[in-house]
Structures are given as structure tokens and as C-alpha cells.
């Protein structure tokens, strides 16, 4: 059922944003946390393609705002991005190896890090973008990919249970 998907998805969304806010901050490198959610938003973007991507990275970047945020919307339309993006890989490459997700999730990082720089510090006048290149960006990227070598394999499975479990309802001739 389509329904079960939204929920589960709903609850791994919840549970992500929670431990990102609570256990990864207690576990941060000199105040650097891997970001769990743009694990979330890039795996099921690259396993279940464009839209799904993009749909998910909306809702956890509109969490973020809601929670976080200095104006609804923010987060939403960078992750929503991000998703999309990577969705665009669905049909490309296969979702079982893991390295391929580390890749996609160290681009995103690296892009979500200049998005964020360039929207939320650049334009405000702090033009130092080589330090928070190295002392931001660089960090959270190399954190949240060694995230990625533990997390993929259980989003993978949790994604081949939906898939497998999903009904699409009676066949018509």
C-alpha cells in the first residue's frame, strides 16, 4: 500500500530529525554533526527517483524551517533541490553499492555548505569563504559521508521492504 510507504517514510523522517537534533549534537567535532537528514533526502532520492526525492527533501527541509529556520522555506527548497537532483541518477546507476551513495552524498554536502554560505552569510557580507570551506564544509562533508558507509544498507533494505510490500491495488485485464 502506497499509505504504508508515506507513514514509514514519515517516521524515519521524524526519527532522523530527532537524532539529529539530539544524539549528533552531543556526539559533534568541535560543534561539526554529520547531516542525517541529507543522508535521508539523498538515499531515497537516488532509490526511488525525481519526484519521491523531491517530495522528501521538501518536507525535511520544511522541518528544519519550522524548527530552525529564520524563514519558512529555506531548507525546504535546498533540500527539496537536493532530492530532485539526485534523483536523476534513479535509472542510471544501481542502488545496491554503497559507494555510489557516498559519492552523491558528498557532493550534496558540498553544495548544501555553498548554498547555505552563499545565501545565508555571503550575501550578509562575511566574504571569508575559503575558512568556512575549510573549517565547515569540508568537516560536516567527511563526517556525514562516514555516516553514510553505516546508514545506506538499512535505508537500502527499509526501501526493498516498502517496494516488495507495496500494493498497487486490483489489476485491470
Known sequence: MRIRRKIVLFLLLLVCFIVQGTFLKVIAIGSISPNLILIFVVSFGFM??????????????LL??????????????????????????????????????????????????????G????????LDFFSYLQHIILPEMVYTVLLTAVLYRPLYRLNRWLTENEWEGPKLP
Do not use: H, T
Open 119 to 126: 545565501l545565508q552569510f555571503m550575501l550578509r557580507g562575511r
Open 64 to 117: 528544519i524551517d519550522i524548527f530552525y529556520g529564520s524563514m519558512i522555506g529555506f531548507y525546504a527548497l535546498i533540500y527539496m533541490y537536493i532530492g530532485f537532483g539526485n534523483g536523476f541518477l534513479y535509472k542510471i546507476f544501481f542502488d545496491e553499492d554503497v559507494k555510489v551513495p557516498m559519492v552523491l552524498v558528498a557532493g550534496s554536502d558540498i553544495a548544501y555548505g555553498v548554498l547555505v554560505y
Open 48 to 61: 526511488r527517483g525525481k519526484k519521491e526525492g523531491m517530495f522528501v527533501g521538501f518536507f525535511c527541509g
